[in-house]
């Protein structure tokens, strides 16, 4: 195997993804993985950062095109573009992330309490003997 270059098993463990979802990802576009002339996968380090990106956007509810769009945004910008509109379209994502993350983070306060509510009223309850 080429050096730097991994297998798509490799990647799947290194980044907690399963082989489908790295599969699914090719399929969709969002990766293009070198291929050996027996057809495996080969992933770049570039590659495995793509899917690491894409891992992180998908538990805060982006698209597939959201994925892709932010994809091409970092991509142009690790070549040097200098379009002005792409730093302004990074800050949208960045706003997008933050307002998710508030969100989330509100969802889970409301799930602890809840979570609390529960205990307390199992706690309160009446003691109960079972008949044998």
Do not use: C, W
């Amino acid at each position: 195997m080429p050096e730097g270059l991994a297998q798509i098993g490799e990647v799947a463990e290194r980044l907690g993804l399963s082989l489908r979802t790295i599969r699914h990802y090719e399929e969709v576009g969002l990766i293009v993985p070198a291929r050996t002339q027996g057809g495996f996968r080969l992933y770049s380090e570039q590659d495995v950062q793509r899917l690491a990106l894409i891992r992180r956007m998908k538990p805060l509810g982006f698209t597939l095109e959201e994925m892709r769009d932010l994809l091409e945004i970092t991509d142009r910008l690790a070549r040097d573009d200098d379009e002005p509109g792409l730093l302004a379209r990074l800050q949208l994502f960045e706003r997008a992330v933050a307002e998710r993350a508030d969100k989330l983070r509100e969802q889970l306060a409301m799930a602890r309490e809840f979570a609390e509510q529960l205990r307390r009223q199992r706690l309160n309850a009446p003691k109960t003997t079972s008949a044998r």
